[in-house]
């Protein structure tokens, strides 16, 4: 088991689905740091589970409870310890998992790894509940990064087949970004709210679930950050995205699409504007090299479905060594994009908490 994230921002993440709590530990918080916990909690009700008929009726407050590093509004230095308690869960509806392999899931896959030793109730270490201190990490790195002027949002790109507008990748503005963060469907077009909620009622009456993609943008960071090879803004950004069960794709900028350009347009031509370098376009999504240029940081990350379903799929019994069928019961998500956004912010800034005290390890060295 690899728990932990990080040189500088460090993390430890631990607990199950059904345990009796899970949490992060943070190390690398600066002495003094202010820390305000109301915009902790304001982030965890983001992602809190059973709040939109998008979500599992699962109902978890989701409170953080700081049992060390922080007094009196601020950080200690010493590491800073949030613990979420568990306090809504049905391990019956998981009995018959300890054989049966879930399709979509870790179950195999785990079962292997930990010699069949792995808490199976709700997912246990491999569940989207250990997103929950994901996102106390993530609030904590995103005060960080606000005190240097950087501010982080995202909104459902698509949902199933139905698109949301896209971001402008030149001009992203702050403010429209924390807009973006006081809505539990946070859209650009708010006219694709009603599809795409029908989407997902379609396929929970189907006994399925629908994924979607999720854009995020970073705006504010200077250019000059990020460590190549290894430590490129890229790389450090997905490995993050990546820890986040539900992630399969992750692009910046065009991604994909840029594959299909000529360099004429896929360049971002530079120019100077108010005595400061910029590009008339971000086709690269605020990064060439594996270093930051100053544009906003655009990235887009795509989330398969929820695969706990009442449908009938086959899969194994591993007790019996035979095929056999399974259908999920529980409480699941029809579809996790709306609460995965802050899941994705907080991978987001977390990547960059990293990525600028590295930076500044790096220039204090020099």
């Not at 896209?166 to 469907?185: E, M, N, T």
């Not at 994909?256 to 971000?282: F, P, W």
Request: charged share 20%; proline share 6%.
């Amino acid at each position: 088991m690899r728990g932990s994230f990080g040189q500088h921002f460090r993390l430890t993440i631990f607990g199950e689905s059904h345990g009796d709590a899970i949490g992060m530990v943070i190390d690398g918080i600066p002495a003094g740091t202010p820390l305000d916990e109301a915009a902790i909690a304001r982030d965890m009700a983001r992602r809190a589970p059973g709040l939109d008929p998008t979500a599992t009726s699962r109902k978890e407050p989701d409170r953080v409870r700081i049992v060390s590093g922080l007094f009196e509004g601020r950080a200690t230095g010493t590491p800073l310890c949030g613990l979420i308690e568990n306090t809504n869960t049905r391990s019956g509806d998981y009995a018959q998992l300890r054989a049966k392999m879930r399709p979509g899931h870790a179950d195999y896959a785990g079962h292997v790894k930990y010699g069949g030793y792995n808490d199976p109730r709700g997912g246990g270490h491999f569940s989207g509940r250990i997103t929950a201190p994901l996102v106390f990490a993530g609030a904590v790195a995103r005060q960080l990064l606000a005190a240097k002027g950087i501010a982080i949002g995202a909104h459902i790109a698509a949902i199933g087949d139905i698109a949301d507008d896209p971001l402008d990748p030149v001009c992203i503005r702050a403010d429209a970004l924390i807009r973006l963060q006081q809505s539990r469907f946070p859209l650009l077009n708010p006219a694709k709210e009603a599809p795409m909620r029908a989407a997902v009622e379609a396929a929970k009456a189907d006994l399925d679930s629908v994924g979607g993609v999720i854009e995020c943008a970073a705006v504010g960071v200077p250019a000059g950050i990020g460590s190549p090879f290894f430590g490129s803004v890229e790389s450090v950004v997905s490995q993050l995205l990546f820890s986040v069960p539900a992630v399969k794709a992750v692009e910046f900028g065009d991604g994909m699409a840029i594959a299909q350009k000529r360099a004429s347009d896929a360049n971002d031509a530079m120019h100077y504007e108010n005595g400061c370098v910029t590009c008339l376009t971000n086709h690269n999504g605020g990064v060439t090299g594996g270093i930051t240029n100053g544009m906003p940081i655009v990235l887009r990350a795509a989330v398969k479905p929820t695969p706990s379903i009442a449908r009938v799929q086959q899969t194994v019994d591993l007790m019996t060594a035979e095929n056999t069928t399974l259908s999920i019961a529980g409480r699941h998500d029809p579809c996790i994009v709306p609460r995965a956004v802050v899941v994705i912010e907080s991978a987001l800034a977390i990547a960059l908490c990293e990525l600028m005290m590295d930076n500044a390890s790096t220039r204090a060295m020099q």
